[in-house]
């Protein structure tokens, strides 16, 4: 039972609580990144580059494999007439444009992450100084009627 209590006083922490709704509100921003990336900026540079979709680009490795090696599958007819087919393997494709993708997905999310940051950094640091005083308070009766006294007990230690 203490296992469990500890675990529970630890999950219901300030910091755990505020570290799994900055997971949630991450996720969601990097979908929001994503729609960005995928729907607005990438058509127009598509465009520029001569209507290419970069989620499209890839090249075919297959002809390298059947190069090296015959890669065909022998399959026997299912009917039972005992002929044997050759059927090509599965094609192998390496999809760098999904890479390229990813990679500007991550650059703009880098960015807008080191934006907020840099936001919240200067906002903690406007909260953190406080503003001086313009003219120091004015003393209080006590310490005025103090100062008049030790001013006095000066001036007699003085004349002896």
């Given at each position: 039972m203490a296992f469990?209590?500890?675990?529970?006083?630890?999950?219901?922490?300030?910091?755990v609580m505020d570290m799994a709704v900055g997971v949630i509100i991450g996720g969601a921003?990097?979908?929001?990144?994503?729609?960005?990336?995928?729907?607005?900026?990438?058509?127009?540079i598509g465009a520029l580059l001569g209507n290419t979709d970069f989620s499209s680009l890839r090249i075919d490795l297959s002809r390298m494999r059947?190069?090296?090696s015959k890669a065909t599958s022998l399959v026997t007819d299912t009917i039972g007439t005992g002929k044997?087919?050759?059927?090509?393997?599965?094609?192998?494709?390496?999809?760098?444009?999904?890479?390229i993708q990813?990679?500007?997905?991550?650059?703009?999310?880098?960015?807008c992450v080191f934006l907020m940051v840099k936001?919240?950094?200067?906002l903690m640091k406007k909260k953190e100084t406080p503003a001086p005083p313009a003219t120091p308070p004015a003393p209080s009766k006590?310490?005025?009627?103090?100062?008049?006294?030790?001013?006095?007990?000066?001036?007699?230690?003085?004349h002896k």
């Open positions: 469990f209590k500890e675990f529970r006083e630890f999950a219901l922490k300030g910091n921003f990097g979908k929001i990144v994503s729609s960005l990336v995928n729907d607005i900026l990438m058509p127009p059947d190069l090296s044997v087919e050759a059927v090509p393997a599965e094609p192998i494709y390496w999809n760098y444009g999904a890479f990813q990679c500007v997905d991550f650059t703009i999310l880098a960015l936001m919240m950094n200067r006590e310490e005025v009627l103090l100062t008049e006294i030790r001013d006095l007990l000066k001036a007699q230690q003085e």
